[in-house]
């Protein structure tokens, strides 16, 4: 490339270009230069923090038509292409210089090979579109976890939703000339039919963790292309790696306990398995809901929201089961929904909504009314299952006050959980740190949901919920659970839980409003506050506790009856999935340390002499 400011000076406008180059950071304009010189855009816009920079933004997003505006006018609707509506998790890769490899479970291509290809798919990709360039900073402002980021995106539907859900940071950059550890993102949305990408045959998703970039293109879904999401986590995990933190696919609560205190808890579900739903649950406050970066600092687990919005899955989001959502989603609140169907009258409508199907309208698919097909005959449903809406957090009645804390905030409690129809009981503590990473965050499965390209409802492999943006060796990443607990005075207590546990018939054991008594249980727990029952799998809930904990906060009459279900011992589920897991370590990890396979064998072993004396099935009174 030639001189970087004739560069830039070829393709930015006076304005624009001062806005740049007031950021003293020559890495950053050298990222610039190198981008317009690839992409060749038509025009260039600089975003600062500044308001009318952010209007312009969302003012684009409608005007280009990547968005269309609702009846609320600060409702908007983004459409994603019919088959551009998850992450695309095999089109995902990390570049990976010859000779070195990430195992058998990431993605991975020739570093050069892969440079040389998203070389020729991006250039020239933005010659009759405006290029945007933004500032943003991952986790609060001017901590210690914080993580500058420079994202380019030729989307204004991309850069509008990164506004609701990150925290500006032209501004930081300024403040910090001499910040090397930036995360560069640059994303271009290819060719738009009806603004929409139409390549998705040859999108691709290429993470270069050698220079800290991610570049992604021919794709709009927002797990493809918002480059501080899932793909900045990728490379976060990577960093935290080598600095001896972790990078996590985690909610982050306060849940409110006796006499008025909070306990923080984080908890690692994978996608569309509960994590929102689970931060918002009623009567407690929310810090975030997908992503969280945890530290030891003075001895103790302290941890905050990477983010500062929601992008969050609205299938059956409902008046009854979610109150807090739904009134914001009604409110006058800015919101992007996306792949969801907007009525004749200007409303989005979504599935499992508790409310009239409305006869016809706009979809993902285009004009819709009921009984539509699609190329195959089936059924098109009124509005994708990995629909969603972006809002920001600020605004939330229920918002925790310690969002832009530098510090983070102390972690009680660390939660794992999926779905899993017929293994784990609702609530589980862990016996130790060690047993619950590796029993809990290791051996996490889940079903596979829309919120990923391909078959739903097929259990899937998902240590720690984290393992689809895993960018070190499974191993080394379960070695650096285990270090970080070993430094802490008083180590977060790890709990796995189960929403999803099923009858024969597929109906579901628990009610969407127990959750709230699960996370209780457990702060009373971290609190010492009540025992519990030691099974072979860990300590579960004594049934008075949770009858009293139902009566208090849900005014329900919890019968034992429930609990012997809910809470009943699955021995020969519990076998299998260990030998499951233990079989994927043998196999496939290389680096498992040996500590997975002592923890296996001793829960093994407890499993088998508990089927011994009380059989397959153990009513948890068994073990009192
Ligand atoms: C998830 O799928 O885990 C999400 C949404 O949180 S995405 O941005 O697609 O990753
Ligand atoms: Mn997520």
Partial sequence: MKDVISTLEKYLSPVGLAKLLAIPNSDV????????????????????????????????????????????????????????????????????????????????????????????????????????????CLGPLDSEFSIPVVQITDSFYVAHSEDLLYRSGYEYFKRHPDDKEIFWMLHSSGKLVQSVSIGWQKRGVYIDFKTNAVYSYNTQYAGNTIGLKKLALRLAIRKADSEGWLAEHMFLMAVHGPSGRKTYMTGAFPSSCGKTSTSMVPGATIVGDDLSYLRVIDEKVRAVNVEQGIFGIIRSVSKKDDPVIWEVLNSRQPAIFSNVLITEEGYPHWLEDGREIPPRGVNHSGPWWI????????????????????????????????????????????????????????????????????????????????????????????????????????????????????????????????????????????????????????????????????????????????????????????????????????VPELLEKIYRIEKIYRESVSDAPDILFTIFAEQLARLKKAQDQFGDYINPAKFI
């Fill in 29 to 136: 304009h050298r990222f610039v230069a190198k981008a317009v010189d690839l992409c060749e855009p038509m025009k260039v816009f600089v975003c600062t923090d500044a308001q009318e920079d952010i209007d312009y933004i969302r003012r684009n997003a409608i005007a280009r038509g990547e968005e269309t505006e609702l009846a609320i006018d600060t409702h908007s609707v983004h459409f994603d292409g019919f088959f551009d509506q998850a992450r695309d998790v095999a089109s995902t890769k990390y570049l990976v210089p010859k000779g070195e490899s990430l195992g058998p479970h990431l993605e991975q291509r020739d570093r050069d090979e892969g440079l040389a290809h998203l070389n020729r798919r991006m250039k020239g990709s933005m010659r009759n579109k405006k290029m945007i360039i933004r500032f943003f």
């Fill in 371 to 570: 009984g539509k097909v699609d190329e195959n005959g089936e059924e098109i449903p009124l509005a994708h299952k990995n629909a969603r809406y972006t809002i920001n957090l600020n605004g939330l009645p229920n918002l925790d006050e310690s969002l832009e804390d530098p510090n983070g905030v102390e972690i009680g409690g660390i939660i794992y959980g999926g779905r899993d129809a017929d293994t784990w009981v609702p609530v589980t503590q862990s016996f130790s740190w060690e047993h619950g990473v590796i029993t809990m965050g290791a051996s996490l499965e889940s079903k596979s949901t829309a919120a990923t390209l391909g078959p739903s409802g097929q259990r899937m492999f998902q240590p720690f919920s984290n393992l689809d943006f895993l960018s070190i060796p499974l191993g080394q990443y379960i070695k650096n659970h285990l270090e970080f607990g070993r430094n802490v005075q008083k180590r977060p207590c790890i709990f796995a839980v189960n929403y999803f546990q099923q009858d024969e018939n597929g109906k579901y054991l628990t009610g969407k409003d127990a959750k709230r008594i699960w996370l209780q249980w457990m702060d009373l727990r971290i609190h010492g506050d009540v025992k519990a029952i030691q099974t072979p799998t860990g300590y579960i809930p004594i049934y008075d506790d949770l009858k009293d904990l139902f009566k208090k906060y849900l005014n329900q009459d919890y019968s034992i009856e429930d609990y012997a279900t809910q809470f009943t011992i699955r």
